[in-house]
């Protein structure tokens, strides 16, 4: 391998280290599950580096990312079986579109999700860390937490929406700074 | 119900993966049409994103701690498996990452002796078992795993490893963070680390932690239990308890390279040819290789030795031990003792090479022991001995001057070199020599029954293993040694 090509790997490299977080965060507003988007990213990150060559190096690598990441996206989906549910085809474009538009805003959400994140009881805390393990298996987290899976669900639902409060009033409070 | 409350209901039923056919289509239409649904279903799946990030970034032991500035953004480096991909097959033979393919866990980095897989074998999700050698693996995380035969495993994943039995180390980047080793008695989460896991014929598991943090859990509702640096815990379903820690058990991902290498070079076969000729010295009064399918008599377990599919006896606890009985009825004025040996840890109670049980016989002087002291040196006692003075020991026995190695769990190599006429003791370190001590009073020493790992006063150990130890009735010239050395060393 060419010194060129070591180089134009490690740029690569730093690029993508660089941008990972928010592309993965990208892919997953279009697909049903955090596993589908690290399947998806998989792909996306050598369908990158593959077209590396064709990306300017005053380009915006993020902008670029996203364009190939839709595309991976829809591809993926139609290779699903049918029986997946999933977003339409016009659906995922105008997701991304709207993802795409409202970047930095969900960036800050998410980095403003952390200070939420701890505002929760330590026991709630406990919970979704449990939650949302890799690995985690919801009727486990469920029974260790003495509710039922329906009732554990419930539960997650308002976390969801207790966290996205607080993430919104955050925003508001930074805005009016 | 609002119209409102129900797009939520249909976007928390998606994330559920619990979403009908219909509910899909009204999903799917609520966002074709409605721009602020759309915006809200985004940063409710954002919202997804950032938890999920958050918490891969989250460490296990500080959960509740309330500084959280200090975690933050540690998801972003997780896919560095990609990366860690690139530049290990870079590193590794240059073939291209993007050639492997998905449902790949891991890469065969090093196959040391492992007549089943060769360098940059693709691991899959099959079982693989492996009868002799160690292999190194890199996960596409970039977590590298030692695995040393005999040993049966699968890929689950590329975070989770089933060990069925075998051993192995781990040494995990942040990148790699949760690796898990399921076993059959439990898992092993590890939080950023190198740790080793022991699956045994039985099936009980432990695991030692060389550095960092894991937790254990037992299975079948065992508790929890977090592992830091020096701890070790016998897995056990349903329950487990604590172990003294087995450093030089597993073979570490920073050794591979050098084993790898000597086998290479030959380093087997070259140590055969020495050994053969050393079966020939008219003077030789025992070498053992542990390779016959004879065992001496004792409490210890047989594993591999410095060389693939070899063995070697290993000790664990306190009184575990392995009998012989050589030159006895006799006198011997010269002496010379040489072993292999990788011990675990260093320290109380003094590690027992040799120890003759005759040290409170009639025949009481000149009676050997062969040890490695809590100072980390190697002593050479022979009963009614006395170190002239200023020559380094304990005032009575001779030590090398040296501690014999600065870090346990890799194979050194011992030997001493006695000669009671000329009153010397000369202690070398791999092959070199370290000290010559001066004895005021030298007896000609004395063999017969004696234990290896122990004496039989139960309070000495070998925490470790041992390979290759000889006992010659003569005396070795340096250059011996040194040739002894080259020909046996397992690292290049």
């Known amino acids: 391998m060419s010194v060129e090509t070591m180089n134009r790997h490690e740029q690569f490299l730093r690029l993508f280290m660089a941008n990972e977080t928010t592309i993965r965060a990208f892919v997953r507003n279009l697909v049903p599950s955090r596993a589908d988007a690290d399947d998806v990213l998989q792909e996306v990150a050598i369908v990158l580096w593959n077209k590396f060559d064709e990306f300017r190096f005053d380009g915006d690598f993020r902008i670029w990312a996203y364009g190939i990441a839709k595309f991976k996206v829809l591809s993926w989906i139609r290779d699903q079986k049918r029986d997946r549910l999933m977003l339409a085809n016009d659906v995922v474009e105008m997701i991304a579109t709207d993802s795409h538009r409202m970047d930095n805003r969900l960036q800050r959400q998410r980095e403003l999700l952390e200070f939420c994140f701890h505002k929760v009881s330590p026991r709630d805390r406990e919970l979704l860390l449990q939650a949302y393990q890799p690995h985690s298996i919801i009727q486990d987290v469920a029974l260790s937490s003495g509710r039922t899976v329906a009732g554990f669900y419930q539960w997650l639902y308002r976390m969801r929406q207790l966290l996205q409060e607080c993430v919104h009033r955050e925003l508001a409070r930074e805005a009016s700074l | ?492």
């Open chain 2, 1 to 492: 119900m609002t119209p409102h409350s129900t797009f939520h209901e249909l976007v928390q039923r998606y994330l559920e993966g619990q979403i009908s056919h219909d509910e899909m289509d009204r999903l799917n239409n609520l966002l074709r049409h409605d721009p602020v649904m759309r915006e809200r279903f985004i940063e409710s799946m954002n919202l997804e994103s950032g938890l999920s990030d958050l918490i891969a970034g989250t460490d296990f032991s500080r959960r509740n701690a309330p500084d959280h500035r200090s975690r933050r953004k540690a998801r972003a480096f997780a896919p560095w498996f990609i990366a860690v991909s690139l530049f290990l097959v870079f590193a590794i033979g240059g073939i291209f990452w993007r050639q492997i393919p998905s449902g790949i866990y891991a890469v065969v980095k090093s196959a040391t002796g492992v007549n089943e897989m060769t360098n940059l074998t693709h691991i899959n999700g099959d079982w693989h078992e492996i009868v002799a050698g160690t292999l190194e693996l890199v996960t596409d995380r970039g977590a590298h795993v030692v695995i040393e035969a005999p040993a049966r495993f699968r890929f689950e994943s590329a975070q989770r490893l089933r060990l069925v039995t075998g051993r192995l180390a781990a040494d995990v980047p942040p990148s790699a963070k949760k690796f898990t080793v399921v076993t059959p008695t439990g898992e092993v989460v590890d939080l950023g680390t190198k740790f080793g896991v022991d699956v045994s014929q039985n099936g009980e598991s432990e695991v030692h932690v060389f550095q960092g943090e894991v937790i254990a859990q037992p299975s079948k509702g065992g508790t929890r239990q977090n592992l830091y640096d020096g701890d070790a815990f016998l897995l056990r379903a349903g329950a487990g308890e604590t172990r003294e820690l087995r450093s030089a058990a597993f073979i570490r991902p920073d050794e591979v390279a050098a084993l790898h290498a000597a086998l290479k070079a030959g380093q087997p076969s070259r140590s055969g040819t020495a050994l053969e000729k050393l079966r020939t010295d008219p003077d030789l009064i025992a070498l053992l290789d542990f390779e016959s399918e004879e065992n001496n008599p004792g409490v210890y377990n047989l594993v591999q030795g410095r060389w693939p599919g070899s063995r070697a006896p290993e000790f664990m606890n306190v009184g575990d031990h392995m009998k012989l009985n050589v030159g006895e009825g006799r006198e011997w004025p010269q002496l010379t003792l040489a072993a292999w040996v990788r011990l675990d840890r260093f320290g109380e109670p003094y590690q027992s090479l040799l120890h003759t049980n005759g040290w409170k016989s009639p025949e009481i002087l000149g009676q050997v022991h062969w040890m490695v002291t809590n100072n980390r040196t190697m002593r050479f006692a022979l009963f009614g001995n006395q170190i002239a003075p200023g020559q380094t020991g304990d005032h009575i026995y001779s030590d090398s001057a040296t501690p014999i190695s600065q870090e346990a769990h890799r194979w050194v190599h011992l030997a001493t070199v006695y000669d009671s006429d000329q009153k010397i003791a000369r202690f070398y370190l791999d092959g070199k020599l370290n000290n010559e001590a001066r004895q005021e009073i030298a007896y000609p020493a004395r063999l017969g029954p004696a234990q290896i790992g122990n004496w039989n006063n139960h309070d000495r150990k070998l925490s470790g293993r041992i390979d290759e130890l000889i006992l010659l009735g003569r005396t070795m010239s340096d250059e011996e040694i040194r040739a002894l050395y080259d020909a046996g060393n397992p690292y290049r």
